[in-house]
């Protein structure tokens, strides 16, 4: 069986799903980053290129979005012959991602207009949902004890769709609502399997995450794992608006617009058990569409088929992109107590950057030049802290 390396940045909920992933058909050999930001980057890198070179690894996965030591510079030097960058919340992310996919082979990214923007781009990609392991999220013999439920953080608009709907008599069950939820797979698999209905809601709350520009913040209706992990387990999900659950589901996936429809929805499939059955049927079919061991496996295929074609061209990355990473790179390393790797970081930084005349990076020298003492201080008191 092929080994996959895959680049974590943590080892949790995130890791665990892409490794049930994966799977299907490679042997997983997994590096978490958050384990080891003891060592410098140089050493880091060097670390994951012996473990392809004496495993023979030929394929990697990188966790995408949001900042971590995961970027274009990172990955172009790993060598591996098949990058593929798994991205989930590319929405408020695309600017940075794009980016940092130009390192990587093939995107896999887990909304379908994501998937869109990167081929429009001219980058081989595709549409991977997350959570659509029958492994993971799975029917239990268990009745439906629960009319209506929710599983997810508090947050955004969720509360007055909440409150509204308890003020009009529909209570819903709520799991790590308002504590830390509780990610055990069977656990999670059994809270659906007993509700009739779950719910989902698409709306994000103002983002305002773009680092090559500032922007005005803005909520986003955004495609979340939550509808396909529901029909896995033979739940109804009943879902706010968003434009790529009508791109994956149409009119299979019951959608509301405001609180009003969502109330009346409710009421409409309480009430009706062969409408809610014949529904329910038809939306856990389509969600088995998407399942991993043929909808995944099969693109799995098409990669490992794939010839792909290096090229030597070194891509120029913006000011905003450099500065944005190299400064997360030093945040990660000031939260820790090893002042050794932060002043060795700061040495191979200033070195390189000097050595390949990239004047217009000196702002960001003299910026971390001048935060020096404080992250030493910072790191010393880390150091004994602990």
Not at 157 to 163: A, G, Q, S, V
Not at 243 to 261: G, R, Y
Request: hydrophobic share 40%; charged share 25%; aromatic share 16%.
């Amino acid at each position: 069986m092929e080994k996959i390396i895959i680049i974590n940045k943590t080892n949790g909920f995130y890791s665990e799903v892409l490794n049930y992933k994966f799977k299907i058909e490679f042997e997983v050999i997994n590096f978490y980053l958050n384990e080891n930001l003891e060592k410098s980057e140089k050493n880091i890198i060097k670390e994951i290129n012996d473990l392809i070179n004496n495993y023979k690894i030929n394929y990697l996965v990188a966790e995408g979005d949001y900042l971590s030591l995961i970027n274009y510079g990172f990955i172009s030097k790993i060598n591996c012959n098949k990058k593929i960058l798994f991205l989930t919340d590319d929405y408020d992310m695309h600017e940075v991602n794009f980016i940092s996919a130009k390192a990587f082979d093939f995107i896999f990214t887990a909304c379908p207009i994501s998937n869109y923007r990167y081929l429009e781009k001219g980058f081989d990609s595709y549409f991977v949902p997350l959570e659509s392991n029958k492994n993971l999220f799975k029917k239990t013999d268990e009745n439906k004890r629960y009319d209506i439920s929710f599983f997810g953080a508090k947050k955004s608009t969720r509360e007055e769709y909440l409150k509204y709907l308890n003020e009009n008599d529909i209570n819903v069950n709520l799991m790590g609502y308002n504590n830390p939820p509780d990610y055990n797979w069977d656990n999670l698999s059994r809270f659906i399997s007993q509700s009739k209905i779950v719910l989902n809601f698409s709306n994000t709350g103002n983002k305002n995450k773009f680092y090559s520009h500032l922007t005005i913040p803005h909520n986003f209706f955004s495609f979340k794992g939550r509808p396909i992990m529901v029909g896995l387990c033979d739940t109804l999900c009943l879902s706010e608006f968003s434009p790529a659950n009508q791109i994956l589901f149409d009119q299979d996936l019951p959608t509301f617009n405001n609180k009003e429809e969502l109330l009346k929805m409710c009421k409409f499939f309480l009430n009706d058990e062969s409408q809610y059955i014949k529904k329910k049927d038809i939306f856990v079919k389509k969600c088995f569409e998407y399942e991993d061991h043929d909808y995944f496996r099969n693109i799995l295929q098409i990669i490992i088929k794939k010839k792909v074609h290096k090229n030597n061209i070194t891509n120029s990355m913006p000011y905003w992109y450099i500065r944005v990473f190299f400064n997360q790179k030093i945040r990660n390393i000031s939260k820790r107590s090893n002042l050794l790797v932060y002043i060795k970081e700061m040495y191979e930084a200033l070195l390189l950057n000097l050595n390949k005349n990239k004047l217009f990076q000196l702002p960001i020298i003299l910026e971390n030049l001048i935060k020096f003492p404080f992250i030493i201080i910072k790191i010393l008191i880390n150091k004994l802290k602990r």
